[in-house]
């Protein structure tokens, strides 16, 4: 049985309602065995995402082929894999409420979500539900027997992104704009998109904003105005929905936008030089099949990169190829070579 995003997906509410009144039966046996049921936590709204549209696109991969494999067997409908993906919104107070409602339920035996945040909220509600697993991409914690998370490494990721912003900076200029502060964002992204950007061109200086927020377009595009005024030519959004301003910003005054999402080049055409993301979608079905599969190595944390193939430079895109000059491209390829060969590593801060 094949489910869709779109009929999978409930609100917070839904969600909860619809598992506490669902009860699971075997047919045809006379014992009654559970079938797994997992649970999508999305920790914002996957419109304004692709990180986490990918994250339920890749669980719900891995379920589809699961539950495939099974009905081909000749498995009853009672033994398929039961999914749910939850929105929980923007306002990450509260987050934590909404991620200990669907624990309380019962009803999943992992909650599989990703964000830097979420490993600090699952830990308490793990001895609070002591039988509740939490799969967590995006998110790093060892130690904890009821925790997995896989770890992409950021720094490559932001290295490569502040790179390719500086070569591409006529004024030297480069920024970034996120959508709050947090961990992941003071200590790695912002560093290592500014150390990228210096080591392109020695004196290129990053600035760096803040929106409040992950959806305020309106503001995302008045910070976007304000730093081009001082001779930022290349930005970095960071910032979910609050980047359709900026995105207005740098069609009107003619600068650039490099972009840690997939799928980038086509929100602006000509305006965005590089697309440097995690496989997310390929995480979440690796982290769900493994669940499935018995497979998962709980209380650690999987840390990968470039060499793992869960981070990509898109430069083979038309759109790349078009935007950004030979000559950058020919030192990004070098770049990126030496990296996922294991020639260099990104330099300690």
Not at 66 to 87: D, F, I, P, R, Y
Not at 252 to 257: D, P, Q, R, S, V
Request: proline share 4%; hydrophobic share 40%.
């Amino acid at each position: 049985m094949s489910h869709s995003i779109k009929s999978i997906l409930k609100t917070a509410g839904e969600a909860l309602l619809l598992s506490a009144c669902i009860a699971f039966t075997s047919c045809g046996r006379e014992t009654k065995t559970k079938a797994p049921s997992i649970a999508v936590f999305i920790p914002g709204i996957m419109a304004d995402s692709p990180t986490y549209a990918k994250l339920a696109e890749g669980v719900t991969e891995a379920v589809d082929a699961h539950n495939e494999a099974l009905t081909q067997a000749g498995a009853a409908s009672s033994a398929l894999v039961k999914l749910t993906v939850m929105e929980a919104g923007t306002n990450q107070a509260e987050w934590a409420t909404k991620l200990a409602a669907l624990s309380a339920t019962g009803d999943y035996d992992v909650i599989i979500s990703s964000n830097e945040s979420l490993p600090e909220l699952c830990v308490p509600l793990t001895a609070q539900f002591p039988d509740q697993k939490f799969l967590l991409l995006h998110g790093a914690l060892d130690g904890n027997p009821n925790i997995a998370c896989v770890d992409y490494d950021q720094r490559e990721q932001c290295y490569l992104t502040g790179y390719i912003s500086a070569l591409m900076s006529k004024n030297h200029k480069v920024a970034l704009i996120a959508g709050q502060e947090y961990p992941a964002m003071n200590g790695i992204m912002l560093p290592y998109f500014a150390r990228g950007a210096s080591d392109a061109v020695a004196g290129t200086t990053c600035d760096f904003r803040i929106v409040g927020n992950w959806y305020d377009a309106s503001k995302g595009s008045e910070i976007a105005d304000a730093l081009i005024q001082t001779g930022v030519d290349v930005i970095l959004p960071i910032c979910g929905g609050a980047a359709q301003g900026i995105i207005s910003s740098a069609r009107e005054h003619g600068i650039y936008l490099a972009y840690n999402d997939s799928g980038a080049f086509s929100k602006a055409p000509g305006t965005i030089i590089s697309s440097c993301f995690t496989k997310q979608q390929y995480a979440a079905r690796k982290v769900t099949d493994d669940f499935l599969n018995g497979k998962t190595v709980w209380g650690k944390t999987l840390r990968v990169g470039l060499q793992q193939g869960y981070i990509e430079f898109d430069d083979k895109n038309p759109l790349y190829i078009s935007t950004v000059p030979q000559s950058v491209r020919d030192k990004m390829s070098e770049l990126l070579q030496n990296f996922t060969s294991g020639n260099i590593e990104v330099p300690k801060l």
